[in-house]
DNA sequence: ATGATTTTGTGACATATATCAAATGAAATC
DNA sequence: GATTTCATTTGATATATGTCACAAAATCAT
C-alpha cells in the first residue's frame, strides 16, 4: 500500500485495528492528486463525489454572501477537505479551493460510503472522520461566539500559528467574521 | 417497546432496517425522565455520561465567558442534547438545562457507544446521530458568519419561529451575538 | 529584472452595536 | 390577589468596526 494512503487511513483508524482487506477495500478508493494553487476541487451549488485528504499544501473553504467571499475554514497537512452535503448526495454549501501547489488525495465518497452498510469497520472510520469534524466545527463556534475581535485573533494566532504564514490575510479576516482593515489595525498592536 | 424509544430510534435509523435485537439492545441503554425546568442535565466542565433525546420540551446550552452566558443552541422536541465531548470521555465544555418542563429520554453513552465495534447497525445509527449534529453545526456556522443582526434575526425568526415563542429573548439575543438592548431595538422595526 | 497584479496598511468618517441606567411589562410565588 | 422576581423595552452616550479611498509592499508572470 501507498505510504500517503497508509498515512490517511492511520490518521482516522483510532484504537481501532483495520484488518487488511479493509485496507485495501478503502484504498481502492483513493487516488494521489498534485494540483496548482487556485485549483478549485468543489464548487458552491454543485454536487461533488469527492473528499480530500492534504499531504501537502494548504486549501481553503468559502461562499458568496452578496457578492462577497466569506472564507468558512482553512485546511493544512493531515487534515480532510469536503462537505458534509456532498456526502448525502446533496450539492455543496461551499466553494473548496487550493491556497497553495498541493498534493492531496482523493477519497470517492460516492463508492465509499455504501460499504459502512456491509463492514463495521469502515462505518466505525466513516464515524472518526465524521466526528472530527464535528468537533472542528464546534471548536469554531465557541471561538466565534466570543464577542471582541482582538481576542479571536490572539487565540487563532495562538493555536494556529501556521495559518498566518501560509493563508492571505484578506482570507483569514474573513473567516474571523471582520474586514482586513479592522484585522490589518488590529495587528497593528 | 415504549412508543417513546420507537420514536428515538426511527428517528435515527434513516433508510436502515434494524434488527429487533439490535433495536433491543440499544433500548437497554435508555430511560425516560420527567424534569423541570432549569435542571441541569450537564455541567461545563464536567464528564457526564448520557446524552438526551427530547420528546417533548425545550433545551438550551451556554458556556461562560468573562462571568456572562453565551447561548450556544436551543433543542425542542424531537432534537438531540448533548456534549460531543463527553460522548470522547472529556468533560463537556457547555451547560445544558432546561428550559421548560420536559419528558426526555436518556441515553446512556458510556454502554451504548463500545457497541458499534461489535454492532454495525448501531455503529451506523451513531453515525446518524453525529452526522445530523454536524449538519446543524454547519447551518449555524454558515448562518452566524452574515454581518448584519438584523438578517440574523430574520432568518432564525423565519426558519425558527417556534423558539420565539417558547425560548426568552434574552437568550436568543446571546445566540445571535448580540445584547438583548440591540435585539430588542431590532424588533421594534 | 520589470511591470502587472495581488495583498496589506493607513486615514477620515459613518454606522451598528455595546454599555449603563431606568421604566415598563409579564410571570412566578406566596 | 399582592408581592417579588424576571424579562423586555427605551433613552443617552461611548466604542468598535465598517466603508471608501488610496498608498505601500509583496508576489507573480513575462
Not at 497553495?100 to 464515524?127: H, V
Not at 475581535?149 to 474571523?176: C, H, M, V
Request: net charge neutral; charged share 25%; proline share 2%.
Amino acid at each position: 500500500m501507498d505510504i500517503l494512503y497508509q498515512r490517511f487511513i492511520d490518521h482516522y483508524s483510532g484504537s481501532q485495528q483495520l484488518t487488511d482487506h479493509t485496507k485495501a477495500e478503502i484504498c481502492n478508493h483513493l487516488s494521489i492528486l498534485h494540483l496548482n494553487k487556485k485549483h478549485v476541487l468543489i464548487k458552491e451549488n454543485q454536487q461533488h463525489d469527492f473528499a480530500y485528504f492534504v499531504i501537502k499544501g494548504a486549501v481553503r473553504s468559502y461562499f458568496l454572501k452578496d457578492g462577497i467571499e466569506v472564507n468558512t475554514w482553512f485546511a493544512l497537512e493531515n487534515d480532510m477537505v469536503g462537505s458534509l452535503q456532498n456526502f448525502n448526495d446533496k450539492p455543496s454549501k461551499e466553494t473548496i479551493e487550493l491556497v497553495e501547489n498541493s498534493t492531496l488525495i482523493s477519497i470517492n465518497l460516492k463508492k465509499l460510503k455504501p460499504l459502512m452498510f456491509s463492514n463495521i469497520q469502515i462505518s466505525n472510520f466513516i464515524n472518526a472522520v465524521i466526528e472530527e469534524y464535528a468537533l472542528f466545527l464546534e471548536e469554531k463556534i465557541y471561538f466565534s461566539q466570543m464577542m471582541h475581535s482582538i481576542d479571536k485573533y490572539l487565540i487563532l494566532l495562538d493555536k494556529e500559528p501556521q495559518l498566518f504564514q501560509r493563508i492571505p490575510l484578506t482570507y483569514i479576516a474573513s473567516f474571523l467574521g471582520i474586514t482586513r482593515e479592522t484585522l490589518s489595525r488590529l495587528r497593528a498592536k
